[in-house]
């Protein structure tokens, strides 16, 4: 059973007192078993049980192979079958949802359109009004910080200019929830850090539900409102911390003695999940 975590007792505030809006994730049961291609089955998820709450910023922490991407893309649409249940805005999920906006850790640009032209590509695939759409791509462009780059191609733009555009274009159909399955993994850690902040700016501004996949402690504690940590193959929830840092978060935090609790408990929480399951498994 996961256990909720307020990490050391100083570092609960009057935020963990406030009500909780309503779940926009609900997943309850949730497990998933793949068969490979030699015959093999594969335990990627056991019994996972989480919400994620309106307007909420959650991470989901946990070691290569421990099944996180799995457990986004089952909540995107794209696993349909596994066992549990899960629901998206109080009714059942079944397929890819049009209120769901993915961000990847590969922007996935189409190398031959626009930033223009590819942030409008799913408001164009979901034929959604061509005038509303256009206005809204410049406004959502302007958002990342691009404005002036309507017109450059994707080999134009440094790495972390492509994962902008690839941010812009996941909101263009105005969808609930934001899914990110490490979005900044593939960027150096310069760039990584100052991303962090734009999406913490780009999160203010939309009022979206995020939930986003990182191996990165400092970005889960700095970024979120609550982590997800998960043990190694099968994935199972091993604890929920509540980041209590106030907002809005800066760069400056990640020097402070808060900050480095949360990380030193989701480390300590993370080793306990690998014990837990290497001894589950004899």
Known sequence: ???????????????????????????????????????????????????????????????????????????????????????????????????????????????????????????????LDKRASIERAHDLIELVGLKGFENKYPLELSGGMRQRVAIARSLIHDPTILLMDEPFGALDALTREVMNSEVLKIWDATKKTVFMITHSIAEAVFMSDRVIVMSPRPGRVVAEVDIALGRPRNIEMLSGGKFAAYTGELRRLLDLGSVSTVGNSR
């Open 1 to 127: 059973m996961a256990t909720r975590v307020e990490a050391t007792c100083f570092l609960v505030d009057e935020q963990t007192s406030q009500p909780h809006p309503p779940a926009v994730v609900a997943m309850a049961g949730v497990s998933k078993t793949f068969e490979t291609a030699s015959g093999d089955t594969v335990h990627a998820l056991s019994n996972i049980n989480l919400e994620v709450r309106s307007g909420e910023f959650v991470s989901v922490l946990g070691a290569s192979g421990c099944g996180k991407t799995t457990l986004l893309r089952i909540i995107a649409g794209l696993e349909p079958e596994f066992e549990g249940e899960l629901t998206l805005r109080g009714r059942t999920s079944g397929g890819a949802k049009r209120d769901i906006g993915i961000v990847f850790q590969d922007a996935n640009l189409l190398p031959w359109r626009t930033v223009l032209q590819n942030v409008l590509l799913p408001a164009q695939v979901l034929r």
